[in-house]
């Protein structure tokens, strides 16, 4: 049986983006950028770092990752889908 997904925190920056209620995030991942536009919602703070709000999918055969489905395509990979190393997420 597969395990359900669930909603995990990712750490990020985050800035104003065009419209009021949008963000634009970067996720840093072992010196490489990846960059989106995500709704205000879906970003989180604690202890004083911005998180963004994703869904976890679960193992993918990588040692210590994860993979996460973002809420909205990275402008570098055209893709919503990332690995992510297990360590960085947090619960939401």
């Not at 920056?13 to 490489?32: D, K, P, W, Y």
Request: proline content about 5%; charged content about 25%; overall charge negative.
């Amino acid at each position: 049986m597969r395990p359900v997904s669930q909603q995990v925190l990712l750490p990020c920056t985050v800035q104003h983006g065009m419209f009021s209620s949008e963000r634009a995030v970067e996720i840093v991942l072992g010196g490489e950028k990846f960059s989106l536009f995500a709704d205000e919602s879906l970003i989180k703070e604690y202890r004083g770092k911005e998180y963004l709000l994703v869904t976890l999918i679960g193992d993918n055969g990588e040692p210590e990752h994860k993979t996460i489905l973002l809420p909205s395509e990275c402008f570098e990979t055209q893709s919503r889908w990332l690995s992510i190393p297990e360590g960085m997420l947090k619960a939401a």
